[in-house]
């Protein structure tokens, strides 16, 4: 995993801070760091690996009396990174 400069790591939190959860997969990527893609497929839910993850969340959420969809979870990622 490459070590960030602080330019790219402000680049990243302004996506952040727009909102743009998908960008800021697409520039850690881009960056040569392997969880902007893993990230990318979550978010998108558009992988094996992101529809792996999203049912484990949803299977484990579940477990425990909470409806954590892929609508619900969206919502909450969104939440997630404006308290980043």
Same mark, same amino acid.
């Given at each position: 995993?490459?070590? %960030? ?6 680049? %990243? ?24 893609? %893993? ?12 529809? %792996?993850?999203?049912?484990?969340? #949803? ?23 404006? #308290?980043?």
């Amino acid at each position: 995993m490459p070590t %960030l400069t602080t330019e790219q790591v402000n680049t %990243l939190q302004i996506e952040l801070d727009e909102g743009d959860i998908i960008g800021f997969y697409s520039l850690l990527e881009s960056y040569g760091d392997p969880h902007g893609r %893993l990230g990318s497929g979550v978010t998108d839910n558009n992988s094996w690996q992101g529809q %792996l993850a999203n049912g484990f969340a #949803a299977s484990g959420a579940s477990d425990n009396g909470v409806d954590l969809s892929y609508g619900r979870y969206q919502k909450f990622a969104n939440c997630f990174t404006k #308290a980043a």
